[in-house]
C-alpha cells in the first residue's frame, strides 16, 4: 500500500512542481536508494527488468532510484531532466497476467529514457500494450498481484495514469493530485486506451458510453475497501487543496508522516491502513509499514530529492541528493531482507522498532532534534538555490547532511534502547513483531524490547 500527491507551480509556495511518496511494503522489505547513471547503449542490447527483458533504448538519463532490494524496477524516482515518478498498487477486475513487467520495472523503464512528464505516460502506456503488466510483486508474500496507477511530474506539469491491465486513463492534473491503492479517474480523463470504454460494456459493466466511469467500472471492490485507500486520499487530497498555492517541501514531509487519529496517546499498536505513514502489526490485516519515502522538489536546473532511505518517515530525517551525482552518500551496504548493522536500512529499523515499546513517550525523545536537524537542512538548500551553488557545492552540502543524520541516528538509537519503557499491546501485535524480528535475525535486545509490554 502507498501514497503518491504532487503539487504544480500555482499551488506551491515557491512556484516548483513537488511530488512526494511513501512506500508502503513489508516490514523486513529494505529499500535501496541508488544513482544509476546514463548510458549509451549498442544496438540490441536488452533491459533485464524484474521478469522479462526489453529493448533498451540507445541513450539513457542519470536516474535517483528508490526500489525494493531485490526487484529491478524503482517504486519512486527522479531522473536529470527532472521528471519524477511514484507508483501505486491498484486492484481491478482485470485478470492478472502470469509475468509481465511490473509497473515498478515501467516506472524505472519512463524515468531512463523520459525527458518531461507527458513522454513518461507515452512510454508507460506503450510498455502496457506491449508487455502488459504482470508478476509476483511481493517478496514474501508470493501471492501479491496488482495493477498500477502512477503521477508523473515534471518541472512544469504533471499527470495521473491508472491502469487495469493493458487498459488505462489519464488525467492533466491542475493544481494538486494525489492518488493511493484505489483508482481516482471517473469520466474526467483527458486520454485513454483505445477499447477502454468499449471493452467495459462488452463485460456489461456498464450500458453506454454516457454511463461509463472508469473507477466505478474496472475497481474490484473488496480489496479497494480493504486497503482503506479512500480514507487515505482524501485526507491527502484535502490537505493539499487546503493549502493551494502555499505547498512547501515541509509541508509535503508532514503529509508523510500523517497518521490516522495523530495525538498524544496514538500508537502504531493501535493503527490501521488509514494511515499515510503505515505501520505494520498483524500477518492477516496490516502486514505492510512504510519502508522509505521521497519528497522530490522539481526546480528548475537542480532538483533537489529529499530521501529518508529508511521506513517509519515519523522517526526519519529526510536528506537531500542531487543529480549528477555518482554514488549515494555513504550508507553501507546494499540492504537485503536480513539485520546488518553496516547499513543504513538497519541501522534505523533497530531505533524503529525499539520506539515499538513505548511509541508516544520514546519518540518524543529524539523527535525535536529530529525536526530541527531536518529543518536545517531544508533551509541550507534553499540557501544554496538561491545563491546558484555549483554541483560540487551542493553534493558536498548532501554528504554532510547524510553524515549529521547519521550520528544523529546512533545517539538516539542509544538513548531509546536505554529507556525503561513500554505500553500495553496485544497479543497478536507483539507475536507479530516477534516474528518479523526472528525473521530479519534482528539483535536480541531489540526483539526483546521491541516486544515488551
Known sequence: MCDTMVALGNATADGSVILAKNSDREPNEAHVVEFVPGQVHRPGSVARCTYVGVPQARQTLDMLLCRPFWMWGCEMGVNAAGVAMGNEAVFTKEPHQRTGLLGMDMMRLALERAETARQALDIVTALLGTYGQGGVAGYGNRSMRYH????????ASAWVLETAGKHWAARRVQDVASISNGITIGADFDLASPQ??????ERGWCQNAADFDFARCYSDTLYTRFSHCRQRQARTQAELEANAGGVTVREMMVLLRSHDGDGVDW????????SVCMHAGTKLLRDSQTTCSLVAHLKPGAPTAWVTGTSAPCL??????????????????I?????DDLSLWWRHERLHRAVLRAYGPLQALFASELRALEERFVAADDGLAAAQASPAERQAFSRDCWAQADEALAAWTVRVESAPASERQSWLYRRYWRRQNALAGMPPATIDGANAG
Open 148 to 155: 498500477n496507477a502512477f503521477i508523473i511530474a515534471d518541472t
Open 196 to 201: 477502454l470504454v468499449t471493452h467495459a460494456i
Open 267 to 274: 500508537s502504531p499498536a493501535r493503527s490501521s491502513m488509514s
Open 316 to 333: 526519519s530525517v529526510f536528506k537531500p541528493l542531487y543529480l549528477g551525482e555518482r554514488q549515494a552518500p555513504e550508507s553501507g551496504p
Open 335 to 339: 540492504p537485503g531482507a536480513r539485520y
